[in-house]
């Protein structure tokens, strides 16, 4: 066969594959065009759902705006937001029309439905205002109802931008498939072509086939492994496979969106499995000092961009003492009032940087204070606390409903350790003296003794009582009775200054317990009350009804008694303290003596 005629077969075969290869690639082409407008119709999709849902949470905080302020500006606002809200309602309703599914749809209306159930909320609301009834527009657009229908409405355009991300994966995965199909049967052709114009034309199909082909190849791969971070070629020729390197560049870019989506989906997550852990956690603490701890562990993962600082409320002083910080250089935080902060004086979250004009707090410093947040900690419409937090990346949007969120579980947790203590201190204390009751006495004193025991100390107890206080009472009523006791409570609390526990046993009768005190020292205690009380002036009502003694009986364990007697021993030695005269002090006798008599 002559070498022209193997040429012209040559030829002929080589126009045949390319055609073959370029009808190849151009439905490969199409598909990729397919995924891209399956792509552009989710992003529509997204775009449109995630416009209403701002509008939603935009018309909410109008209507609440206009609730608070009750200006008219603030109504007319509203108005008009809620007209461009409509308007984007009906928009939306026709993407039926773009391919939408009737799941989808359907999903779609309860979302809207519900959006306009709010909506129709916000109107009562503003007429409510309207007609002076500032208190029931407050209550409904601020009520657990709203909120549960406003997360509501979110969670519906949540899932149907799931359907149709779910039908847009689908789309782009047959549309990835017949890709994937054509292009491999291009590179059949391609590579057939290449043989035959190495024949014929080999410099040219070297330099113009080969190589973008087997460079496009390895981006194919490493593309179908989700290897996003491989670079596509930018090849300017205008053929088929510019096209091929066009395509596959806008599906890089697709993907990096995509896994860039779920990098934040993921990251939501995560944020919201860490809020769940603390919350659990939070539920598991019985004070405050493990509540501080909790957070303290836990706010720098939830909020990680930021510096945070918790204050807890002084009921001593009224005012905000910093009880934890995270994410700060180190410093000193001074207590302040709560009036010199807006997130208190209001209610609700305070940040300056959210608004172009916005008053900063005082108790901030003003290098700090534009990109400083406060979030107080309310409980029963009472501040008990304050989140404040540094954001420091300016640029970024601070994730505004997780500290909210976070502030919301802390605020539960420390208002019911509030309410814990509220009721301990009920149950140990005695509410006329702030001595410490019975309830707990013989728990409290095994324990004292068990450590005596261990320690190879002493202990003593003192047995106080007020000589003739049913005489008192009958003089000068029983109002002037309890003032004397809470006097000789406190005269007690002064004498102690820590160095034991004082129980109001019952009546006009005190217990006195020392750790670590021995008999000579329990007397010098004792005496030193015994004068300080006879020494002071009991006024009631500007009148002197003095003087006032009292009687005591000491017993030191294990001197005097056993570990189970050692408070009848000081009963009995204050029974003899009274028999012999009152206002005087009387020790136990030693427990040898008990036993042999």
């Not at 900690?377 to 601070?398: M, R």
């Amino acid at each position: 066969m002559r070498i022209a005629t193997i040429t012209n077969f040559a030829y002929v075969a080589t126009v045949v594959l390319t055609l073959t290869s370029g009808v190849a690639l151009f439905l490969a082409s199409n598909a990729e065009r397919a995924e891209r407008a399956a792509v552009a119709q989710n992003r529509v999709f997204d775009s449109l759902t995630d416009d209403l849902e701002k509008e939603a949470y935009a018309l909410t905080d109008l209507a609440r705006e206009a609730v608070i302020k009750k200006q008219p500006e603030a109504i007319q606002s509203w108005k008009t937001r809620e007209e461009q809200d409509v308007a984007l309602e009906n928009h939306l309703i026709a993407l039926h029309d773009n391919g939408a599914s009737d799941a989808e749809i359907l999903i779609l209306r309860d979302g809207i439905a519900t959006l306009d159930q709010l909506e129709d909320e916000q109107r009562i609301a503003i007429a409510n205002m309207e007609a002076g009834k500032v208190s029931e527009a407050m209550d409904l657009l601020f009520s657990a109802n709203y909120e549960e229908r406003l997360s509501e409405t979110e969670y519906r355009f949540a899932h149907f931008r799931s359907l149709a991300d779910q039908r847009t994966q689908t789309a782009i995965n047959e549309a990835t498939e017949r890709s994937l199909r054509l292009r491999t049967l291009s590179e059949i052709m391609v590579g057939l072509t290449a043989v035959l114009f190495l024949f014929v034309l080999g410099f040219i199909i070297k330099h113009r086939i080969l190589r973008p082909v087997v460079t496009l190849s390895d981006v194919v791969n490493r593309l179908a492994t989700q290897d996003y971070a491989v670079e596509a070629p930018v090849l300017a020729q205008v053929d088929e496979i510019g096209d091929m390197a066009q395509a596959i560049r806008v599906f890089r870019e697709n993907g990096l969106a995509r896994q860039r989506l779920e990098q934040e989906r993921d990251a939501e997550w995560g944020t919201r499995t860490l809020l769940a852990r603390m919350t659990q956690r939070l539920q598991g603490c019985d004070s405050h000092s493990a509540i501080i701890k909790v957070v303290s562990r836990f706010a720098p993962q939830i909020i990680p961009d930021m510096g945070g600082r918790l204050y807890l409320l002084d009921k001593r002083t009224g005012r905000m003492k910093c009880a934890a910080r995270w994410g700060l250089p180190p410093g000193e935080d001074p207590a302040f009032s709560p009036d010199s902060c807006w997130a208190l004086k209001r209610g609700q979250l305070h940040s300056p940087s959210k608004d172009a004009v916005d008053m900063p707090c005082e108790h901030i410093s003003p290098e700090i204070a534009p990109r400083a947040i406060c979030v107080p900690l309310n409980a029963q419409n009472k501040s008990i606390g304050l989140l404040t937090f540094d954001n420091y990346t300016p640029d970024k949007e601070p994730p505004y409903i997780y500290l909210e969120l976070l502030a919301e579980t802390l605020a539960l947790a420390l208002a019911n350790q509030i309410l814990r203590d509220t009721l301990t201190e009920k149950a140990t204390f005695d509410s006329l003296t702030g001595l410490r009751n019975r309830h707990n006495l013989d728990e409290t004193l095994r324990s004292m003794i068990d450590q005596a025991m261990v320690e190879g100390t002493m202990l003593s107890c003192l047995m106080v009582d007020v000589d003739y206080f049913k005489r008192l009472n009958d003089l000068h009523g029983h109002e002037a009775g309890d003032k004397v006791l809470r006097e000789l409570s406190r005269l007690i609390t002064d004498v102690l200054d820590d160095k034991g526990l004082a129980f109001r046993y019952g009546g006009e009768e005190f217990l006195l317990i020392l750790p670590d005190t021995n008999e000579s020292q329990a007397m010098s205690v004792a005496q030193t009350l015994l004068d300080t009380v006879l020494n002071h002036l009991m006024l009631y009502e500007s009148q002197d009804i003095g003087p006032v003694s009292v009687s005591i009986g000491l017993a030191t364990w294990p001197r005097h008694a056993r570990a189970d007697n050692l408070v009848r021993a000081a009963d009995l030695a204050l029974y003899l303290a009274k028999e012999q005269g009152r206002g005087q002090i009387v020790v136990a006798r030693n427990a040898d003596n008990h036993r042999t008599e």
